[in-house]
Each structure stands twice: as structure tokens, then as C-alpha cells.
């Protein structure tokens, strides 16, 4: 435009502007130029003015438009393979109903002196007429970890009684294979039940069709079982004599009469962190068998992203084991990040932790503010007297991880379908009276099998049917997982306007108003040149005349030829 405002003036211009307009392939501009008419060369130049001007104005839109920075969504089906998820199971009551009953003489000392010794610490920091709900929270919150993972919670052998993935149709010549499961501590749950399988199981379960067969059990409290050990104590408030027994033990809120059994299904992308508030879950009700197919979506942030909206995905996120204090790498979640600002801006407000959150290996220290044994006796009166404004708070984290989603995140649902069962019958009793009891040395499932074999020599009283009954539909889960497809569709997420599509559009714009396209502008890169070592020239043929090299040579007659004419 430097060229086309000197223009006005073709008389001073040098001719080498003149040659480039003349030979521009922007249309209006070479008329400028190779008009013979002085009335045409402005009307040329006038139109030429009026069409950059309305470039001018639509370039600007566009690039607003590009710096708005909108994100767009684009859906495909079937566009990546279902991959098999990590399978979590939790019981809702996380104390096992059988074992903490059948306690040796030293494990129950162990564990009634724990709890005498907390409700004794709960009497001298907050007073012995506190409501017992409180105490019951306070010793719970407690009570080492090992001691309550190990003599109170559910435990796989009890929780878990079989495992199977099997091919849903077509010849059973396939030999089934036996997922393991292993208990996984976590702070909400204390305790939840990992299904392990190796990547070739997984692919097995999609591309032939298999599926997963589990059968659970709640491990409910039983007081007709006999049990030959030693119990828990319950919590007791000396003040009013108050008491919780450990079937109404309740981690998050102290005491809950009304439990509801069952499990908690986590369906988690593979490697992540389980969490409940993150990760897809539903309800798994006593008495029931489940049939459940899930599906998957896929979401990917489109390359231009990355780094801005989202965090590569290959990253890793280190937590502390609940149990044990160890470090447990798992694949980079939504969860990681929440859990990280969460924790730290709670501990920000309070001094420690209030819940059990997860904790990531950075923050492992944090003190939770319901241990007894972890804060202080002043802690509570922070605790009680912060006020926090917790939507606030939840507002704060999002906003902090909203750039921090993964670049690539799978979601998981589930469809079901559920039925009543076990009909309790002649063949359950068979069932039972025929296991053996070695491998089934579980406490509850022992009496179970005891109960059985007395039905079936028909040696028992309608009281004890009606225990086995009661026992089967409050405990037993039966869980058949399949998956709905061998694909998934995929979500990409891009800049709704991308530099591409700008530059399309500029180039559009350019065409249509000017005719112009980015080898015009290396015509004026080429005049510019020109220009410049014209100018060069010039003032060396100033400081030494006789400079016979000139490689522009053949301008300046023409350029004096311009000049005189006027
Ligand atoms: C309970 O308290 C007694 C004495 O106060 C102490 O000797 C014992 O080690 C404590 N036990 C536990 C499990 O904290
Ligand atoms: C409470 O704190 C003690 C001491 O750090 C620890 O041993 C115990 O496991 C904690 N209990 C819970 C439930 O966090
Ligand atoms: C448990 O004990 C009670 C009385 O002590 C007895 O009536 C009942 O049959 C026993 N139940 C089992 C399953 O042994
Ligand atoms: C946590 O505590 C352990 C042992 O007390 C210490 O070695 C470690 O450096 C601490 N970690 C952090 C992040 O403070
Ligand atoms: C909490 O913060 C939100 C804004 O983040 C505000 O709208 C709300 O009024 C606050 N609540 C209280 C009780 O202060
Ligand atoms: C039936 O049970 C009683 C005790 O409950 C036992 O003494 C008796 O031997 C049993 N009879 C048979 C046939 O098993
Ligand atoms: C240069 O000027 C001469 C006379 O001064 C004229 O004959 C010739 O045509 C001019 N050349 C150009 C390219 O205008």
C-alpha cells in the first residue's frame, strides 16, 4: 500500500513501481498503471481503494473471529476400538459383617484397647456429652488404617466368590479364564475389589464376544451365625451410655442405622485413578443378577490444542496408598488434578483436610482433621469456627483444571438389565451343601455351608430355613459384564475457527476484492528489492562515480528518461 499511495503521483514514482503495478496480477492496480487516460488511472485507483477497503473490513471480522478462540465438536461413530475398562467393586458397608465376630483373643484386645483409648481422647478434647454420632466419626476417623483394614473390613474371600470370562455364544470349547481380584484401600471406601486383566484378556472379552461373571456378597452381619470368636466392641459414650455397634459403623457420617447393601460399580478408563466423583458408577442391590453392556466415547483435543486446553496424554499422576503410605502411579484423569487443588486449598482454609479425599504423592503429608491422633486439640475449634464457602471452593478447582483435561479421555456408560435372584430353592441348598469347605474357610460362607448340609439331611427347624433365606437374598449379587461393541465413536474437539480456515477465507477475501494472492505479495517483495538496491546504488554511484558493476543498470536511463519527461 506504501507503493499505491506514492501512486497518486505516477509523474515522481520511479518506473520500477511502475513496471510492478503494470505487471501485478492484483487486477485493479496494473490499470493504474497501463492506463493511457489520466481520468481512468484514478477511477482505477479509486475502485482499487474501494475494494481493499471492503477487505479490509471482513478481514477484521475474521480475525476476531479467530482470536475468539471458540471450540467445536465434531462426532464420529465407530471411529476407535472399545477398549475393556478397569472394573472397581465397593461395598457400601465397607465393615465386614463376619470377620470382626470371629476375632482371636489378641486381635480383639488389639482393637477394643484402640477404640476404649480414641473414645477416652474423644472425652478430654471435646467433652464426654457430645452427641455420639460425633464420637462415632472422630474414633472411626481414627483408628489406625492397618487395624481396621485388616480385623474390620470386607475381605476378598468373603466379598468375592467367583470370578469367570467365558464366551457368551457359539462353541464353549474355549477354556474360560480366571480374572484375579485384588482388594484396593481407598479413603472413601476403606476398602474396594479390583478385577486384574492382562491387555490379551481384555482383548479376548471384546473381539470374541466373552464375557465377565462375578458373583458377590455383601458379608451382612448375621447374629444367628454362632460366630465362635471374639467381637468388636461397640463405640460407647460413658455420659449417656450410648452405643454404636459396629453393624451401624459409618466412615463419612458416623452412625447409620439404615445401611444400604451392595456394591458401588466403578467403570474406570484403564491405569486411572478410581474415584467416585469422577468416574462412571452404579448400584449393585442384594438378590439381584445383573446383565450389564458398556459402552465407550472417546475424546480428543485436535492438535492446535494441545498444551493450551489440555495436557498431554501420555503424563502420569503419582497418589499415596491409603493403606500403606506407597506410591501408586496411575495414567493422568480429570480426578488427579481435582484431587491435587482440592486438597490443597481445603488445607489452605482448615489447617488439614476435613474429608478423606485421595491424596496425590506431592500432598502425602497432609493431616486430616478428624485423626486424633494426627491434630492437635485446638484443631477441632478451627475446624468448627472456619466458615467455607464450598461452592466457592468447587468453582475454584474447576476453574484451575479446566486447561488441565487430558488430551485423550475415554467415558465410559452402562445399560442394564436385572433380575431376581437367586430362587432360593432345593438346588441353591445342593449348591451350598455340596461345596467344600476348604477353600471357603470365610467365616460367613462356612456357617452358610453348615446351614445347607442340616437343610438338606432335612435335620432343622423352619427357623433355620428362614436364616439361610434371609442370609441368601440379603447378600448374594450375581454381575455379567459384556461389551455393547467392538467400536466407539470419538469426539474430537478443535478451534472452531482454525488458522486454516482463516487463511482460506483471507485468501477468498483477497481473491474476490483485489485479486490478489500471496505471489503478489512476493511481487512486492520483488520491488522492494528492487527499490532498495536501486536506492543502494545510487549512493555508492554518489561516493565513487565510475562503478562499472551494476547489476540494476538498465533502470536508471529509465529512471532519468521518467523524470525529464515531466
Ligand atoms: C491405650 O492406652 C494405654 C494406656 O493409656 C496404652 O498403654 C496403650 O498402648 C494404648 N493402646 C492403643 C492401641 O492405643
Ligand atoms: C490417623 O492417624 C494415624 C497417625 O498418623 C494413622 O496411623 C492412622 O492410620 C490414621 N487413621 C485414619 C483413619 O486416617
Ligand atoms: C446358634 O445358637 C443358637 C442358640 O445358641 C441355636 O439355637 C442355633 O441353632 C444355632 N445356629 C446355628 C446355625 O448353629
Ligand atoms: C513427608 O514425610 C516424609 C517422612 O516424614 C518425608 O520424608 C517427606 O519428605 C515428606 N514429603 C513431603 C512432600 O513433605
Ligand atoms: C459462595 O460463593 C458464590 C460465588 O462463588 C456466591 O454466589 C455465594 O453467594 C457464596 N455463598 C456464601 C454463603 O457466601
Ligand atoms: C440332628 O441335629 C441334632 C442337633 O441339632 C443332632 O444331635 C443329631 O445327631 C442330628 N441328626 C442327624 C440325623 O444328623
Ligand atoms: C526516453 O526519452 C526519449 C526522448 O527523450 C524518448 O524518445 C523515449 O521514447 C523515452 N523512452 C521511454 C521508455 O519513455
Redesign the pocket.
Known amino acids: 500500500s506504501l507503493g499505491v499511495s506514492r501512486a497518486a503521483t505516477p509523474a515522481k514514482m520511479p518506473s520500477a513501481v511502475m513496471d510492478t503495478l503494470a505487471e501485478s496480477s492484483a487486477h485493479g492496480i496494473s490499470r493504474v498503471a497501463t492506463s493511457r487516460s489520466r481520468v481512468m488511472k484514478v477511477m482505477w485507483f479509486l475502485l482499487f481503494l474501494l475494494f481493499l477497503a471492503l477487505f479490509v473490513r471482513s478481514a477484521v471480522t475474521l480475525v476476531i473471529r479467530l482470536r475468539g478462540g471458540g471450540l467445536t465438536k465434531s462426532f464420529e461413530l465407530d471411529k476407535v476400538p472399545f477398549v475393556f475398562p478397569d472394573l472397581y467393586f465397593c461395598p457400601n458397608n465397607p465393615y465386614s459383617g463376619s470377620y470382626p465376630h470371629d476375632l482371636s483373643q489378641a486381635d480383639a484386645e488389639l482393637i477394643n484397647t484402640a477404640i476404649t483409648n480414641l473414645s477416652a481422647e474423644f472425652d478430654s478434647r471435646l467433652g464426654p456429652t457430645r452427641s455420639i454420632e460425633l464420637r462415632a466419626r472422630l474414633v472411626q476417623s481414627s483408628l489406625p488404617v492397618h487395624l481396621s483394614y485388616r480385623l474390620l473390613a470386607q475381605r476378598r474371600a468373603q466379598s468375592v466368590l467367583q470370578t469367570t470370562a467365558t464366551p457368551t455364544m457359539g462353541p464353549q470349547s474355549s477354556f474360560p479364564i480366571f480374572p484375579r481380584v485384588l482388594p484396593f484401600s481407598h479413603p472413601v471406601s476403606l476398602v474396594c475389589f479390583q478385577l486384574r486383566l492382562t491387555d490379551n484378556d481384555r482383548r479376548k472379552i471384546v473381539a470374541e464376544n466373552w464375557q465377565v461373571n462375578l458373583r458377590l456378597s455383601t458379608d451382612p452381619f448375621f447374629a444367628?451365625?454362632?460366630y465362635s470368636g471374639l467381637s468388636v466392641d461397640p463405640i460407647r459414650s460413658p455420659a449417656t451410655g450410648e452405643e454404636v455397634p459396629l453393624q451401624d459403623w459409618s466412615i463419612s457420617v458416623g452412625r447409620e442405622r439404615l445401611q444400604e447393601a451392595g456394591f458401588t460399580m466403578l467403570i474406570v478408563p484403564v491405569g486411572s485413578y478410581p474415584s467416585f466423583a469422577h468416574e462412571a458408577k452404579f448400584q449393585l442391590a442384594p438378590s439381584n443378577s445383573y446383565s450389564v453392556a458398556l459402552s465407550m466415547e472417546e475424546t480428543e483435543y485436535s492438535e492446535e490444542l494441545r498444551g493450551q486446553q489440555c495436557q498431554g496424554d501420555s503424563e502420569a499422576v503419582d497418589f499415596s496408598d491409603h493403606l500403606t503410605g506407597r506410591k501408586l502411579t496411575f495414567a493422568y484423569s480429570p480426578a488427579a488434578c481435582y484431587y491435587e487443588n482440592l486438597v490443597r486449598l481445603v488445607t489452605q482454609a482448615y489447617g488439614c483436610m476435613v474429608f478423606s479425599f485421595p491424596l496425590t504423592w506431592s500432598l502425602r503429608n497432609t493431616t486430616r482433621c478428624f485423626n486424633m491422633s494426627e491434630t492437635g486439640r485446638d484443631q477441632f475449634n478451627v475446624v468448627q469456627t472456619t466458615k467455607t464457602n464450598w461452592s466457592d471452593l468447587d468453582r475454584q478447582v474447576r476453574e484451575a483444571c479446566r486447561s488441565r483435561q487430558p488430551c485423550r479421555y475415554q467415558r465410559y456408560s452402562a445399560e442394564f438389565s436385572f433380575s431376581r435372584w437367586p430362587s432360593i430353592g432345593s438346588s441353591v441348598v445342593a449348591h451350598f451343601a455340596e461345596m467344600g469347605s476348604s477353600p471357603y474357610s470365610t467365616p460367613a460362607t462356612r456357617?452358610l455351608i453348615?446351614?445347607a448340609r442340616s437343610l438338606r439331611t432335612r435335620n432343622h427347624s423352619a427357623h433355620?430355613e428362614a436364616q439361610f433365606r434371609a442370609y441368601l437374598s440379603e447378600s448374594l449379587i450375581n454381575v455379567r459384564i459384556v461389551a455393547r461393541s467392538t467400536t466407539s465413536p470419538q469426539v474430537v474437539i478443535s478451534p472452531a475457527y482454525s488458522v486454516t480456515a482463516f487463511l482460506a477465507d483471507t485468501g477468498g477475501l483477497l481473491g474476490l476484492y483485489v485479486g490478489c494472492s500471496l505471489l503478489t505479495l512476493c511481487e512486492f517483495f520483488e520491488l522492494f528489492y528492487r527499490l532498495l538496491s536501486g536506492a543502494l546504488l545510487k549512493h555508492r554511484g554518489g561516493a565513487r562515480p565510475a562503478e562499472p558493476e551494476a547489476p540494476q543498470g538498465d533502470s536508471q536511463p529509465d529512471a532519468k528518461n521518467d523524470t525529464s519527461e515531466a
Do not use: I, S, V
Request: aromatic share 14%.
Open positions: 444367628e451365625f454362632n456357617r453348615d446351614m433355620t
